[in-house]
């Protein structure tokens, strides 16, 4: 089967993988810098000529939920695609991913006709009062961990703001970015508001973040790439630039904690979608009072954890991605052993063929390992004991990242005390995943900046502009 948005200029394609079996699914047309000079200017036309911005908020809500109803009568296609082309869950897919996607553009839906300024009253004969205005064009590069859900976290708040746009999706995982573009048109969206660019960031990416005609960028990938995004936009146009960068997010299990509970969320925080997960627990704390009991029994569930082919709907974990996140997360496990942690369960590959590793976990652990300072975005977990709250406080912040963290306590204080010292964006407190819509999600620190989701999403697609009036003879201002 083939997929195209565009047309390139080249004719040169690309080779999406099945991770399940690691053989060819497709090729993809790939996008060079000529084409995104094509798609760009085909975003700024629509944006400086096209209905989509002048459009009522009312109007443009009403095309974004017939958007999500396709999305939702298309749902079991649209997760096979996530499932053969990112290994993804077909289970998880179809029951969360796509409907979440549905969900999150009926949200900014709602808000695409409460977009509005303020008036002030002022300390001079002015009328003063601030419009809220669509940015621009808007280039958007995500990553290939949740290709859909990453998809329509850009898409949305920037189509309820009335801007336009040049999406990049990974080139590991384009087929569903691509489906999306077609249902787009189905519903209505006019020509050149959204375009998909598939490539590699190298060249189709480079040349969205360096575009001078590109008037923001929304990237979600690693802390390495953010700041090449950042330095191409500061060289470039100055455009400004949202970051949701690299995690090593930690989960810290106290004394009074329910052991049970404390183990299954460590392990759904680690495991969830193969570890390839930004806010993945991949650092766990454990009080030294609890700490033997919490290994016995982390031990004792991962050992019937199912991996193996993701459209089983009794397995819980699928292969990794690709070949390269493969090779990167073993290389990482062999540098766990080397450096002294010890393996206390997994490290190896599942089967023949496919990109399949073992749940692993060490103990052992020392905070300036490799393994645990460096993001694995794998299913590879740390396991640690601490005596004191200060203590478990100073590892959690033991990090460059700062883009979430878990406290497991049945003790309100502590949880207040922790929460508050621990330098991250998001904090879940006995309880793992727990987004919403309406709540903003972003890092600290070399987590990058800038927030997806809520309201503080769509502003970041907006900009604030000033309009004074002089008041002459008014009986009051």
């Not at 599942?350 to 460096?374: C, H, R, S, W």
Request: a neutral charge; one cysteine or more; glycine letters at 8%.
């Amino acid at each position: 089967m083939h997929f195209g948005f565009l047309l390139n200029k080249k004719g040169k394609t690309f080779e999406t993988v099945d991770p399940r079996t690691e053989e060819v699914i497709t090729e993809i047309a790939e996008a060079t810098k000529e084409d995104v000079d094509i798609a760009v200017k085909a975003a700024r036309q629509a944006f400086d000529n096209g209905p989509w911005p002048r459009m009522p908020g009312a109007e443009r809500a009403k095309i974004m939920v017939k958007w999500a109803t396709l999305i939702e009568r298309n749902i079991e296609e649209v997760a096979a695609l996530d499932t053969i082309d990112g290994g993804k869950l077909y289970s998880w897919c179809k029951t969360v991913d796509i409907p979440e996607a549905a969900n999150i553009l009926r949200y900014y839906a709602g808000a695409a006709d409460k977009i509005h300024g303020e008036v002030f009253k002022t300390s001079r004969n002015l009328h003063l009062y601030t419009l809220m205005e669509p940015i621009g064009v808007v280039g958007h590069i995500i990553p290939w961990n949740f290709p859909t859900i990453m998809f329509f976290t850009k898409v949305a708040p920037s189509l309820a703001a009335g801007c336009t746009m040049v999406l990049k999706p990974a080139e590991q995982t384009p087929l569903s970015a691509l489906f999306y573009a077609h249902l787009a048109k189905q519903a209505g969206i006019p020509d050149g508001v959204l375009n998909v660019v598939p490539g590699f960031g190298s060249n189709a990416g480079a040349a969205i973040t360096s575009h001078m005609d590109i008037d923001a960028v929304s990237f979600t990938g690693s802390t390495e790439t953010g700041r090449r995004v950042m330095q191409a936009a500061a060289l470039s146009n100055l455009k400004p630039v949202s970051l949701e960068l690299g995690g090593k997010s930690p989960i810290i299990v106290f004394d009074d904690a329910d052991v049970d509970k404390a183990v299954d969320l460590a392990l759904f925080g680690i495991l969830h979608n193969k570890g390839e997960v930004c806010v993945a627990f991949s650092r766990v704390f454990v009080q030294e009072g609890v700490y033997d009991e919490f290994e016995k029994k982390v031990v004792e569930k991962v050992i019937n954890w199912v991996v193996g082919d993701p459209f089983d709907p009794k397995v819980q974990q699928g292969p990794q991605t690709s070949k390269v996140q493969f090779d990167k997360i073993l290389s990482y496990i062999e540098h766990g052993k080397n450096e002294g942690a010890t393996l206390l369960y997994g490290g190896r590959k599942v089967g023949k063929k496919g990109y399949y590793i073992e749940p692993t976990i060490f103990t052992n652990v020392k905070d300036d390992m490799l393994i645990a300072q460096d993001e694995i975005f794998g299913p590879v977990m740390t396991l640690s004991k601490f005596k004191t709250i200060d203590e478990a406080i100073k590892k959690a912040n033991n990090t460059k990242y700062g883009l979430a963290a878990g406290i497991v306590t049945q003790n309100l204080d502590i949880a207040n005390t922790v929460t508050r010292s621990i330098r991250a964006g998001i904090i879940w407190i006995n309880c793992y995943f727990a987004f919403d819509n309406d709540c903003p999600f972003g890092g600290y620190k070399m987590s990058g900046f800038g927030r997806d989701y809520g309201l503080e999403a769509l502003h970041k697609y907006l900009q604030v502009k000033s309009v004074a009036t002089p008041i002459y003879n008014s009986p009051w201002l």
